[in-house]
């Protein structure tokens, strides 16, 4: 296979590429972009020429892969850039069967980005400097935050007036799902978090819904109540019926034993036991069938009673499933009020003092970094701290008693 080259320099010397162009110890991961540059040393022309056809930028995708021009996927992820400088030349070399005057160099153009969430106005996703440490990126962070404008600021206020109406119809049919599985005929109306009084047009609304609900099932257990009752007179009605055809049988079967005795003694012809027979066969299947629908009748009983407690034992546990879909939304939305109202608490972002990091309310700001070393997950403190590519910086200000702590004050678990 042919490769154009160009002769980019002359070098007296053995280096191909200057050194000091990554850290060694810096570990390549998925979100960085490398460059790959391939260089190949002319001694007899004194001159080194670039493999233009290889020159290329590489993206390390998410299973830390990069794919090489005429080499394909090659795992880039934990090796550093001069370890996979080594493996893309010694690949090269044996693809294209050169010298070792071959030499690849890779180098990272742009670094994984780095991440702050948290009590701070502009939460996301920063590019990546090597020196840059928490500080810098949280004031990068309050910076970034000084376009706020007024219609921000009333659509964070409209953000929080949404999720605590929220709040307030999750907290309530909450509420009715207790209710319901307690079989109470009302709901148990919690104290909010604020001492007042829940929204009288919510609470009646799931009153209203509790209410119906027992309806439903009265009606249902009523209708199986109503079938049973039903299914009970019908085998009186056959019970008194078979007892009736007891009483025919054992007159037919005294007849036919009578009729056969004057036969054998040649005082009845052979038509009149055969009747006599048929008759009796006929009462009998008779009684049969009269048997056959009590039993069936018996069945029908025990299934609308089976139906009765399968309905309760459904609605317990659609109510179950439902209570916890419903607490599963509510921590949601408490801890997203909870952070809209920390954040609109910030007046001007984040200050520092004395090396220190407080918040505008005056509270002591915790901060967190989360970086992942390899299968490992590290955490760091302060601010001081300096960052690598793909960490996550989470501050927190210490709050009174959780919401969430509060908005379930005086609902029981059952």
């Not at 019908?234 to 007891?246: F, M, P, Q, S």
């Not at 069936?296 to 399968?310: C, F, M, S, T």
């Amino acid at each position: 296979m042919h490769l154009r080259a160009s002769a980019i320099i002359t070098i007296v010397g053995l280096g191909l590429w200057p050194a000091g162009t990554m850290a060694e110890s810096y570990a390549i991961g998925p979100g960085d972009v490398l460059e790959l540059r391939v260089l190949e040393w002319q001694p007899v022309e004194n001159r080194v020429l670039e493999w233009d056809a290889m020159r290329a930028e590489l993206p390390v995708d998410t299973d830390g892969m990069v794919t090489i021009p005429f080499l394909g996927r090659i795992e880039a992820q934990r090796l550093s850039p001069a370890q996979l400088s080594a493996l893309i030349t010694q690949e090269l070399q044996g693809r294209f069967a050169l010298s070792a005057s071959l030499d690849a160099a890779v180098q990272v153009l742009s670094y994984r980005p780095v991440y702050i969430a948290g009590a701070v106005r502009s939460p996301g996703e920063y590019p990546f400097r090597p020196g840059l440490t928490a500080a810098q990126l949280m004031a990068q962070a309050a910076r970034a935050s000084d376009a706020m404008d007024t219609r921000e600021l009333l659509d964070s206020e409209g953000t929080i007036a949404l999720l605590s109406l929220e709040r307030e119809r999750l907290t309530i049919r909450r509420a009715m799902l207790l209710a319901a599985i307690a079989d109470r005929e009302t709901i148990a109306i919690p104290a909010t978090a604020e001492d007042s009084d829940w929204p009288q047009t919510v609470v009646d609304g799931e009153n209203e819904v509790l209410r119906l609900r027992q309806q439903r099932r009265a009606r249902e257990l009523v209708a199986l109540d109503d079938r049973v009752q039903l299914l009970r007179s019908e085998i009186e009605a056959l019970n008194a019926n078979a007892t009736a055809l007891e009483r025919i049988v054992i007159s037919s079967r005294r007849d036919y034993e009578n009729v056969r005795s004057l036969a054998e003694g040649g005082l009845a012809i052979g038509a009149r036991v055969a009747e006599t027979e048929r008759s009796l066969m006929l009462t009998e299947s008779q009684l049969l069938d009269v048997s056959t629908a009590v039993l069936q009748a018996r069945q029908g009983i025990a299934l609308a009673e089976a139906e009765k407690d399968a309905l309760r034992d459904r609605e317990w546990l659609e109510d179950r499933r439902e209570l916890q879909r419903v607490e599963s939304e509510l921590d949601r939305v408490l801890t997203t009020l909870e952070t809209q109202r920390h954040i609109s608490s910030v007046e001007s972002g984040l200050l520092f003092a004395d090396g220190n990091l407080t918040a505008a309310t005056g509270d002591d700001a915790v901060v967190t970094i989360i970086r992942q070393d390899g299968d490992k997950t590290r955490r760091l403190s302060g601010i001081g701290t300096i960052l690598a590519p793909g960490d996550v910086v989470q501050v927190k200000v210490p709050t009174p008693r959780p919401e969430r702590a509060q908005a379930a004050d005086g609902l029981d678990t059952e």
